[in-house]
């Protein structure tokens, strides 16, 4: 049995030295229709050909997903956008600043553009990113496709930051794990819409606002509420089964710590820290893994320390606010 394939709906094996045979294998899937979840710099992604319409339901199906929350499409490069959607000078400039990267931009889509429908979930835009990590680059390019990808997490629950949580959320529904070790900024990509007149935030991610408002000026935040113009954004998302105590700065008996910043409070049934000194990029990179090591029965609650609204905090937040949303 060659190491990527799926052992009858049951044990995903993963593989963790990759070889260009299995980066073949792997991209061999992709171009059959099938689902491969793939490492990025920001989470795991659960993989499919995005032009396949069987291929993006069996996606949507494989994370029990809501049909109504579309797809982030993968690129290899950035010139490939400019047939699947509308590119604006303000597009370009995102494109060319921060592509390769964690920035996915909602575009108008194209006339002919090849991409399923349903990826788009009925609209008219598409969500288009071009990941630096070098193993989704080397899928990409072997399997010449636009790869869909959404978090590889079953719906709702935390994005994986390692093929580890990969095959705990997805083992028996997916047909292969690229393992390319944990992943580097560890919270989703910026989702920034620029397919009406004025820019919008549609959730905080890896690349910071600042760095965005720099270039394109002040950007409004899309509100939160049940019909969001990023469905996925839906209150409670990302949430553990352990319940979140946000603004800890101590902690109640039975409780669990994440901590931030030098000062931890003592008294936790156990305490992991984000990052002690205090750096918002160390933070992002740990959250996800930290949240699922700390989200066990025995703990009463996960009290989580205030993290400061700017840089990648403002996604740290973003993500921590939802998780304790249910
Ligand atoms: O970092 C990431 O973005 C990861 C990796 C795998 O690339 N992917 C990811 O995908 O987080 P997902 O599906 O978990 O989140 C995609 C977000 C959702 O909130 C979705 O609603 C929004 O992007 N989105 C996708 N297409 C959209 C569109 N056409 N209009 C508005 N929002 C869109
Ligand atoms: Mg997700």
Known sequence: MPPLALQQGCQISVTTRLSSAEIDRAAALIRAGRLVAFPTETVYGLGGDATNDETVAAIFSAKSRPSFNPLIVHLLRADEAERLAEIDGRAALMMQRFWPGPLSLVLRRAPRCPISLLASAGLDTLALRVPAHPVAQALLRASGRPIAAPSANRSGKVSPTTANDVAAELDGRIDAILDGGACRVGIESTVLDLSGQKPMLLRPGGVALEAIEAL???????????????????????????????????????????????????????????????????????????????????????????????????????????????
Request: glycine content about 8%.
């Open 216 to 326: 394109l000026g002040p950007i409004e935040q899309a509100a939160d509420s049940d019909t969001p113009s990023s469905p996925g954004m839906l209150a409670s998302h990302y949430a553990p089964t352990t319940p979140l105590r946000l603004n800890a700065t101590s902690v109640n008996a039975g409780e669990a710590l994440l901590a931030f910043g030098p000062n931890a409070p003592s008294g936790a049934a156990k305490s992991l820290s984000l990052s002690d000194s205090g750096n918002l990029d160390e933070a992002a990179a740990h959250l996800f893994a930290m949240l699922r090591a700390l989200d066990r029965p025995e703990f009463s609650a996960i009290a989580v320390m205030p993290i400061p609204e700017t840089g990648l905090g403002r996604a740290i937040n973003d993500r921590l606010r939802r998780a304790a949303t249910r």
